[in-house]
T-cell receptor, first 114, second 115 residues
Framework: DAGVIQSPRHEVTEMGQEVTLRCKPI?????LFWYRQTMMRGLELLIY????????DSGMPEDRFSAKMPNASFSTLKIQPSEPRDSAVYFC????????????FGEGSWLTVV | DQQVKQNSPSLSVQEGRISILNCDYTNSMFDYFLWYKKYPAEGPTFLISISSIKDKNEDGRFTVFLNKSAKHLSLHIVPSQPGDSAVYFC??????????????FGQGTILTVHP
């Protein structure tokens, strides 16, 4: 099993640019989560999908952030326009809801906005 | 409002001894509690979980204890090994309704196991 796959692993971009982070969940999992880790706030949930449908996006910080899940094997988190305070590690995670008290994380995408 | 707290930022233990990592929570509606280990530049790795209806779960060297009345859980690692050195996160999960999957994390405890 390949685990949750995220890309890019590292991204450095200039303020105002669009950033797109990608995630491939574990095959067969039907729930997908985007988390963000910062020094100030620790690990916090941004949004999660169940069967490709966004269920709870209350953690998305503002309208500059958007997430999509066009199919069961792919999701994107987009920031447009990016700002320096968006610099963080963004984790994607997945689980199988019916049995799922275990959520598996990807390696993270390290974003730096300068 | 911090619903999950790990009050010890760090813990240092000798190899072979027991490591005890503690976690407190405030929301009695959580259904599961999970422990994750995290190395630098990697994602959190699931270690062990416990249902809110249990008081103990064991998996190899790892045992998690849950005291619901005290809203407290702990992770015991016996015996501790240098490879266990990492940041350990306690997390609480709501399994029902629209809150499903909302893992609420503690701040983490840095465990260092000395040879």
């Amino acid at each position: 099993d390949a685990g949750v796959i995220q890309s890019p692993r590292h991204e450095v971009t200039e303020m105002g640019q669009e950033v797109t982070l990608r995630c491939k969940p574990i095959s067969g999992h039907n729930s997908l989560f985007w988390y963000r880790q910062t020094m100030m706030r620790g690990l916090e949930l941004l949004i999660y999908f169940n069967n490709n449908v966004p269920i709870d996006d209350s953690g998305m910080p503002e309208d500059r952030f958007s997430a999509k899940m066009p199919n069961a094997s792919f999701s994107t988190l987009k920031i447009q326009p990016s700002e320096p305070r968006d610099s963080a590690v963004y984790f994607c995670a997945s689980s199988f809801r019916s049995t799922g008290n275990t959520i598996y994380f990807g390696e993270g995408s390290w974003l730096t906005v300068v | 409002d911090q619903q999950v707290k790990q009050n010890s930022p760090s813990l240092s233990v000798q190899e072979g001894r027991i490591s005890i990592l503690n976690c407190d929570y405030t929301n009695s509606m959580f259904d599961y509690f999970l422990w994750y280990k995290k190395y630098p530049a990697e994602g959190p790795t699931f270690l062990i979980s416990i249902s809110s209806i249990k008081d103990k779960n064991e998996d190899g060297r790892f045992t998690v204890f849950l005291n619901k009345s005290a809203k407290h859980l702990s992770l015991h690692i016996v015996p501790s090994q240098p490879g266990d050195s990492a940041v350990y996160f306690c997390a609480a999960l709501s399994a029902g309704g629209t809150s499903y999957g909302k893992l609420t994390f503690g701040q983490g405890t840095i465990l260092t196991v000395h040879p």
